[in-house]
């Protein structure tokens, strides 16, 4: 009979815990490295993430944008161009919802980067986002080389984007949205084609903000 | 007499049997049509124009308004297999993208697809006759 209640004890104070740790945490991303280093005569590890790295583009007001315009903030960076007929409607119609939900949180930004250098000109890109009804620069339209947006999107991102003259459109480019936070590690990658993906999203984007509340610079 | 009576009920309902049976043909033509236009509309159209056919803001039309598509039914066939790059307006809103083509589509396909995106999202056009629609299509350029 003790025997018994005991065990009902563990199991309901494992049911607890578990419970409890039901405050996710996100995942780091990308590349690591451990590094050793010396703090009051001990040897200690540490685990160095992979970042993004600095980029500059000019957005859909021909306004140069930097990494330091996203510093503090968390965002959301995906790929695509705006005379794409496939999986583009789709993920920006996605998008949208996210736009909608964080709309004036200085603490959110969306980067679009085209991968189609030679047509998206900024012009171009300020009436793609006239049309979705995109004000402002909460939500950035980046035009660059494409060298420079390929070699981000593999090295940043790591999403696959390049030309390809088989492909009816001329190019190849994966669908995912990658979640940056506000250190600038990758903290999650969507399928932006599917919206239970982005409802998903959604929610981890809230609760990176609520772990980095705190630490806005 | 009574002979004659028989006879004319049996005709009279071999003809009603007879009309049904069409009536029911063309039910079940209509019916694989919208099927089959529903999985191509899914495959080509859906991207820009929604699963709903609600379109992207002022980016792509929506489908629902059935005013357009009522007033342009001559032309329907033809956007849809050689897009559209027009100016128009569709519920108080101005549209000026482009609509690419989709020469890969036969006949049936369109048929069908019109079928499906003429009987959904409110709009009732109605069936669409293949040969109809064929002879469409070779006016379109």
Not at chain 1, 65 to 74: A, K, M, Q, T, Y
Not at chain 1, 159 to 179: C, M, N, R, S
Not at chain 2, 33 to 54: F, I, R, T
Request: glycine content about 8%; overall charge neutral; aromatic content about 10%.
């Amino acid at each position: 009979m003790r025997l018994l209640l005991f065990i009902i004890c563990c199991i309901l104070t494992l049911q607890a815990c578990t419970s409890g740790s039901q405050n996710k945490k996100l995942p780091i991303l990308g590349e690591r490295e451990a590094v050793e280093t010396q703090v009051k005569g001990k040897t200690v590890v540490d685990t160095i993430y992979q970042t993004v790295a600095p980029f500059s583009y000019l957005n859909q007001d021909s306004v140069r944008v930097s990494n330091s315009d996203f510093d503090g903030r968390i965002y959301v960076a995906d790929f695509f161009f705006t005379s794409c007929n496939t999986i583009c409607p789709q993920m920006h119609r996605n998008m949208l919802k996210v736009y909608e939900k964080f709309k004036g949180n200085p603490q959110v930004k969306i980067l679009s980067h085209s991968i189609d250098a030679k047509y998206d000109v900024p012009s171009r890109l300020k009436k793609y986002a006239g049309k979705l009804g995109i004000e402002g620069n909460q939500w950035e339209f980046v035009h660059g080389s494409s060298d420079s947006i390929y070699n981000v999107s593999a090295k940043n991102y790591l999403v696959a984007a390049y030309e390809d003259k088989t492909d009816p459109q001329g190019f190849v480019h994966q669908g995912w949205f990658i979640l940056v936070d506000k250190n600038k590690h990758l903290r999650g990658a969507y399928d932006g084609t599917k919206a239970d993906q982005v409802e998903l999203m959604i929610n981890d984007m809230q609760i990176l903000l609520d772990e980095q509340g705190g630490d806005a610079k | 007499m009574r002979n004659r009576v028989l006879y004319i009920l049996f005709t009279v309902a071999c003809l009603c049997i007879f009309i049904q049976a069409c009536q029911s043909e063309q039910e079940i033509t209509y019916a694989r049509y919208y099927v089959n236009g529903k999985g191509l509309y899914e495959k080509y159209c859906q991207n820009c124009h929604a699963p709903d056919g609600s379109g992207l803001k002022n980016l792509y039309p929506p489908l629902t308004d059935t005013v357009y598509m009522k007033d342009n039914l001559g032309k329907l066939a033809c956007i849809v297999k050689y897009g559209l790059n027009d100016t128009i307006t569709i519920g108080g809103q101005v549209y000026d993208s482009k609509m690419p083509a989709t020469t890969e589509l036969t006949d049936i396909d369109v048929t069908q697809i019109l079928v499906y995106i003429g009987n959904s999202f409110g709009n009732k056009l109605g069936t669409f006759d293949m040969k109809e629609v064929s002879s469409q299509v070779k006016e379109c350029r």
